[in-house]
C-alpha cells in the first residue's frame, strides 16, 4: 500500500482529527469524468407522465415481483421486457396480457439485448433488476438514451461506478434511482416520521444491517445461487449495505443536511460458507473447488459530518434469523426493531421498551395511512414493494422529484467498497466521496 | 502525530494487513519495568487460606454491597476497612460486628491511610471499591506489601498503568484480579457453558456493552456524582468497557487460547450530558462552567488473533434502557440478551428466537446450579455479586488459581485508553499489548 503524505495527513478533511488515515483514495472532484461540469439533479423533478409507462430488465425473482406490483398499481404500464431467458419474458408478457395491458415489447435474445430496450420510445422508466454486476451498464444505457432508471440494491459496486452514475445523471438530466424498497418499510416510515417530530430529539446513532442466513439460497443452482456466491469469492467487506443503511440515511437527512464522511470496517473470520458446504454440498461438485474470501460478519462504523454515528453490519453466512438491526438513538430516546420496541424520555414510568402500540396511530406515515391497505393486499414484502412503486408513479404523474436519487444511490451503495478497502487495510479510515459536490447541506428535511 | 515507519507497517504484527497503522505507541516488551524478566503468574494459585481475611478500600456504595456480601460468604472475614470518611468505617465496624466478627481495623485518616491497611499481617486479599484513579496505586501497593488484590472495573484507564499491575503482579508474585461481577451473571455463565459444549459451533463474533443512562448519576452531588462525570470533560473513548467485555472474552477464550490484536473506535458527538444540564441543573451551578468532550456513543471494533470481532459500546448520556448486549454468534447459532433469546440451527422449526427454557436446565453453570439459591437470597446485582465472592473465597481455600488474572484486568481495561487514541487519530487501528508476552495461546479451556 502506497500512503501519499497527503493521504496520510487528510488533507482536505478539515472535519476529521490530524493524522487520519485514509484507506481509499481521494476520487471527490467538481467535474464530472468528461472534464465538463455538469448540474446537479437534486431535486430536478420528473416531467409528468400519464400514465407511467415502464421496461423491466430482468425477469427473475425480483423482476417478477416488481412487474406484478406495477400492474397493480394505477396508472402504471409495463410496455417492455427484457431477460436473457426467452420463457421468463413470455411468462411476463402472458401475466401482462391477463392484466389488461397491451402486449409488451420483448428483448431476449442475449445479454446485450437490453440496449434495444432502452432504445424504445414508449418508456418513461427503466427499471433494472439484474444481477449486481449488470446495474451500472443498464443504468448508464437508460440514461444515456434518455430514461430516467431505477436500479436495485447496491446501485454500483465500486467507488468508479458510483461516480459513473452520478456523472451520468448529471450529464444526461435522467434520474438514477436506488429502488430500496426497505425505506417505504411500514416502521421504517413510522421512526422516520417520528424523527421529523422529534420524539427521539437530536439522533446520535443508528444502526443498520443485512443480517440473512442466505446459506442455502447461495448454493443453490438456480435463482441467486447463479451469481450470488461468487462475490464472496472476490471480495471481503459487506456486500449488500442498502436495505439497513438507506432507512437510516433517511431518518439522519443524509444529503439533506449531513452526509457520510468516513468509516472504519472490519470483517470476521469467514466459516459460515465452508461450514454448510461440507454439511450439504457433495465431495464431487465445482463448488468444492471454490474458496471463500468474504468474512461472515463485515462490520463497519460510518461518521458523519454532523457528528452521528451509524453501526453497518453484514452477515449472510451464519445461522440466525432475519433482521436489519434499524435502530435508532436520540438524546431523548430510542427505536430497535426486530422486535420493534421504543424507549421515549417521559413516555414511559419504567426505565423499559415499550411495544409501538401508542405511538403507531398517531405517527403513521401519511404512505401507510392512506394506502396502507392496498400494499398490504398487492403484497411484496409486507406492502413496502408495492408502495415503494406507488409512490414513484406518484412522483413521476404529479411531476415531483424521485425520494432518492443519484447521490442518494452512490452514497448508500458505496460503503460496499469503502469497507472493502478498509478491511484490506487493516481496519484503516476510508473516507467517502461527496458525490453531491457540496451540495448535501443545500437541501433539508427527510426524504419521503 | 508522529507516525514512525515502523508503525506504520505494522511490523511485528504478523496477523495483520500490510498497511496497517496503530494509534497507540508500540509498549509489548518481554521485559518489566525494572528490567528484569519476571515470570508469569498464569496459572499461578493461591496459597490455601481457610478462613480467608478480607481489606476492603472503599467503604461506598460499591464497598459497602461488598461488605455486606462477604459477610454472607462461608469462611470469608473482613478484618480491616478504609475510606476517607470515618462515619463510613465506623458504619462498616458496626455490621462486621453485628455479623458475628471481631471489630475490623479501621483506616480513615485520609487519602494516604490505604497504605497502612495494606501492610497489616492479618489479611489475605486488599478488595479495592474505589474510584478510578485510585485502583492501581492502591493494587499496587497491595502486591508490594505482599497481598493478593482484586479491583473494581475498570482496572486502569492507560496503558502505563495496565502494565503496572501486569509487571508488579509478575515481580511480587501477587495476584491482581479484575473484580468484574458480570462475568458470573447467570445469563452470562450458562452462554459459557453453552459455549464449553459446543452449541453454537466455531465462535464468529460478539457484542459487548454498557449502555447504562448514567445523568442523573452524574450530576449528583454524592456518590458518584463526585468524581464520575469528570472523565467526561478529559477523555473521549469507552470510559467503561469491561462488564460487557469480560464475558464475550470469556466465552472466545481471551487469553485462553485467542487474544485481542487491535481495535477500531469511534465515537458520536456530545449532547447527552449538556441537555441533561440544560434541564436539570440551575444556571448558578459550578456545573455549568464544566465542558464535556466525551461522545455520548462510542462503539469500538476490536480484532482477535483468531479472526473473530466483537463490537464494544459505551453510551451513558442517553435516554435509554439498560444493557450489556452480552451477544455471541457462532457458525451454528446466535445468543442475544436484553431480552435473553436465542436462535440455534435445528433447534427450531421456525426461523425464530425462542427464549432460554430448553437451555437452562441442561447448561447451567455449575456455580448457579449449586450456589445459585444462596445467590439470589444474598443479592447482588441478582446474585452474579454473591457468587463471585464466594467463588473467589474458594479459589483461595482450595488452592486454585483465579478465575480472571492480572492479563485479564488489563486485556479488559486497555480498550479504554485505546479506544481514546483510536477516537484521537480519526479511528485509525489502535494495537493491543499482548500482556501475556505471548502466553495467551499456552492455556486452554474457559476461565470459570
Redesign the interface.
Known sequence: ?N?SRRQ?L?LGAGL??????F?DQDRNSPVSQSGQRAESVMEMPFERQDPVRFGIIGMGKRGSLMLDLLLAVPRARVTAVCDIVPEKTSQARDRIVKAGQPAPAIFARGDEDFHNLVRRDDLDFVYIATPWDWHVPMALASMTAGKHSGVEVPAATTIEDCWKLVNTSERTRRHCMIMENCCYGANELLVLNMVRAGIF??L??GEAAYLH?LRAELFSDEGAGLWRRFPHMKRDGNLYPTHGLGPVANYMGINRGDRFV?L?S????Q??LE?YRAAHIPRDSAKWKEKYVC???N?S?I?TA????I?LQH?VA?????SRLNMV??????FLDYPPRI???GDQTE???TDLTRYRDQYMHPLWREHGEAARQAGGHGGMDYLMLWRLVQCIREGLPPDMDVYDAASWSVPGPLSEASV??????ARFPDFTRGRWNHRKGTAI
Not at 451464519?318 to 432475519?322: C, E, K, L, S, T
Not at 438513538?329 to 430510542?334: A, H
Not at 484490506?424 to 479510515?429: A, I, L
Open positions: 500500500m500512503l496520510i487528510g476529521l482529527a490530524d493524522g487520519q488515515v484507506a430529539g437530536e446520535i446513532y442466513d468516513y472504519v472490519m470483517s470476521s473470520m466459516k459460515g461450514a468474512g461472515d460478519v462490520t462504523l461518521k454532523g457528528g452521528r454515528t453501526l452477515n451464519n445461522a440466525r434469523p432475519y438513538q436520540g438524546v431523548k430516546g430510542l424507549y421515549i424520555e426505565e423499559e421498551f484490506g487495510s487493516g481496519s484503516g479510515p
